[in-house]
């Protein structure tokens, strides 16, 4: 996702790295063309959850930050996006705030659609989403912040409302555990394999077998 998502920005003019980076997707999706996400059912993983992360100041031509963001139900993925911020932030918790900002409006979204397809379970209580800045958490929470934050667009406060109504709780995690991560950056195909599985992502050959 996030390769794609950098990709893109250079369809007008791709230069022969851009080419050489996009085969490499290919190949990439060719030999990973087994694997799956397995949903399981009845494992006590029926609420949504959410992670939430951004790139500080990723991009080295506008310096703008990547915001990614991914929500599990039933065991698996349901929904991710990797993303390039509208604006340039002053620093990493303005960037993770706004990322999660993206977040929780598309939180608001999926718990519509899975009410209206009688999920209704899975959102009865407020829905956790995990941020591993605990300074963009206190942020969602504390109006007195606002002098360190007034630079930020009004349109991103609206996830104080959110919090304050219970419809989301923003909540800590390490970096280490944060699944939205793969969306935000390159990483070492060992960190990769980390998140890709915990994801969801595994062999459905080996799956069907196993069952």
């Known amino acids: 996702m996030y390769t794609v998502c950098l990709l893109s920005r250079f369809m007008e003019s791709p230069t022969r790295q851009h080419l050489l980076a996009a085969k490499r997707v290919l190949r990439y999706l060719k030999g990973s063309a087994d694997s799956g996400i397995w949903y399981r059912k009845g494992d006590g993983e029926d609420q949504l959850l959410g992670y939430t992360d951004s790139d500080y100041a990723g991009d080295v031509d506008d310096r703008r930050s990547t915001s990614g963001y991914v929500f599990f139900l039933a065991g698996g993925a349901v929904s ?24 929780v409006a598309h939180c608001v979204w999926l718990r519509r659609i899975l009410e209206s397809v009688g999920w209704s379970s899975s959102v009865a209580e407020k829905t956790t989403i995990l941020c591993d800045n605990s300074s963009a958490i206190k942020l969602s929470r504390n109006p007195v912040l606002h002098g360190r934050s007034k630079h930020i667009d009004v349109r991103f406060h609206f996830i104080r409302e ?38 969801g992502v595994c062999d459905l050959a080996e799956v069907c077998r196993a069952v």
């Open 80 to 103: 991710w996006a990797s993303k390039k911020q509208p604006i340039v932030t002053l620093s990493t918790t303005e960037a993770e705030f706004i990322a999660a900002a993206y977040c």
């Open 162 to 199: 959110l919090v304050k109504e219970g419809v989301v709780e923003l909540e800590y995690c390490r970096s280490e555990e944060q699944v939205a991560d793969i969306m935000t950056k390159a990483l070492k195909l060992e960190s990769f394999q980390i998140l890709r599985s915990k994801l």
